[in-house]
């Protein structure tokens, strides 16, 4: 939760508002020093306490809200983003990341991790309906015009499974509204009060210990910033002997390249339906080829960046993990040297923060080993065994399935309702029935092949 509004030295507000000290001084370095060491001290303690330090601070909002607007809250503050949060005793989810990385990728990877799932599952469910109602007659064979009289040539197919998928699909990712309670900085932190903002800085460990689980969004400052390893520190700190420390770590390029990949795959099918028929239909390799290695790569080639760069972050998170030193990682104060703007004397969230790791687990390096180890395995079981996995790739592969299902029908639909057959509608039932059956093969069966 390491935050450019809070790693600004607020400590010192904090104790002010504490009442121990005015939170900063105005004489020399000397006799600020022995003032702020009795300061940071106190800080340490109430700390390490892992206390509420007023009634009704540890807050929380829905995830839905935390992810309004496309994550509104992550990329402009407003003193309306408080009021959307509400007192609890449990939180479900505590979102930790650094407020130094980019924050349109955090957006996407938070969207994808709570709507991902969701989005697909019913852009497929509605799609399907689309399918049906088109093949009872009840919706037309283009999107205007009714039942065309002659054989559809451009488009090639009707779009309704294809169009209602995909946008149904982009609607879901960005507007569904998870309810669990996940803690964000700048949702469940008055930042607009100094006192209230400054009590629930002291009391970050009691948010922590209030949170089932910690969610990490990595990007490359994160590691290098003490409040975020703080965080990390506090929740490990904060289970007991019979909780499980449930980190998730995930690396924040992993929303841009699981998100724009369906959406490339959905564009190239869309535009492929553009090609006229008749350059289908008489084999016209030397256009219909490069024709659809054009569509690939434009709608690819962002993917495919992003994709690398990708697994260069999981090369470098792992890298960094191994070599974590809790003492390389920088604070605000120590970078203006302890200096307020007006010139005063500021503490040291450093050596605040630094103490608590080393009270909490004996030593800092016992901590560095414990992310070196325990943090490390848990990157490396969950990006094996979560994120690049058979599910994943059949997630990702969902507007192929949606594609699958129309085609046939579209063309049986087609040819039934022109003759105006009584039959029509069985023998439609069993085009879609043999449409979807083989839409699941191929999805379920020939799409994971091409991540192998
Ligand atoms: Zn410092």
């Keep these: 939760m390491e935050n450019s509004e809070k790693d600004d030295g607020s400590f010192n507000e904090a104790a002010a508002a504490d009442g121990s000290n005015d939170g900063s001084c105005a004489g020399s370095l000397d006799d600020a020093d022995e003032d702020f060491r009795r300061m940071e001290e106190m800080m340490v303690e109430v700390l390490c306490d892992m206390k509420p330090r ?34 609890t005793d449990k939180i479900h989810e505590f979102w930790s990341h650094s407020w130094h990385g980019n924050s349109q990728i955090k957006v996407v990877t938070a969207l994808f991790l709570n709507n991902g799932k969701i989005a697909p599952l019913i852009a497929t469910a509605i799609a399907l309906i689309a399918v049906i109602l088109y093949t009872a007659g009840l919706l037309p064979m283009r999107f205007h015009g009714g039942i065309p009289t002659s054989i559809p040539k451009y488009p090639r197919a009707s779009y309704w499974a294809k169009a209602v998928g995909f946008v149904v699909f982009c609607i879901c990712l960005l507007c569904w509204q998870p309810a669990k309670s996940v803690f964000v900085d700048v949702l469940c932190i008055n930042q607009y009060d100094p006192k209230q903002k400054s009590l629930a800085l002291f009391s970050m460990p009691a948010f922590l210990k209030a949170s089932e ?30 909780q499980t ?39 016209n390799h030397a256009v219909v080829w490069p024709m659809m290695a054009g569509f690939a790569s434009v709608a690819f080639y962002w993917s495919v960046t992003k994709l690398r760069e ?40 450093r050596r605040v923060l630094l103490s608590c790791i080393t009270l909490w687990f004996g030593s800092v390096e016992n901590f560095d080993s414990m992310v070196r180890s325990e943090v490390l395995a848990c ?3 969950q990006l094996s065994s979560q994120v690049l996995t058979y599910k994943q790739f059949l997630v990702m592969a969902v507007p192929v399935i ?14 039934t309702r022109r003759r105006g057959t009584k039959c029509g509608w069985r023998l439609r039932s069993e085009q879609l029935l043999k449409s979807c059956s083989e839409a699941l093969a191929g999805h379920l069966g020939v799409c994971p092949l091409f991540s192998l």
């Design 310 to 349: 990708f697994f260069r972050s999981v090369d470098s998170l792992h890298r960094e993990l191994q070599q974590f030193q809790c003492n390389d990682c920088l604070c605000h104060c120590c970078a203006v040297d302890h200096r307020k703007a007006d010139g005063r004397w500021m503490a040291c969230d």
């Design 245 to 283: 420390a449930r980190i998730t770590v995930r690396p924040t390029l992993l929303g841009p390249v699981f998100v724009s990949l369906p959406i490339a795959l959905s564009v190239v099918i869309l535009g492929l339906g553009f090609v006229p028929v008749e350059t289908m239909d008489s084999g």
């Design 54 to 87: 007023a009634p009704d601070i540890i807050r929380a909002v829905p995830a839905g809200r935390a992810l309004r607007c496309c994550g509104r809250a992550f990329r402009r503050k407003s003193p309306m983003l408080f009021r959307g949060s509400f007192p």
């Design 402 to 415: 949606i594609t699958w299902i129309l085609p046939p029908v579209v063309w049986n639909g087609y040819s």
């Design 213 to 242: 689980s910690l969610l990490v969004l990595w990007d490359p400052t994160y590691t290098r910033r003490l409040w975020c390893c703080f965080e990390i520190a506090a929740f490990l700190r904060s289970r007991t002997s019979r």
């Design 379 to 381: 990157l490396t079981e």
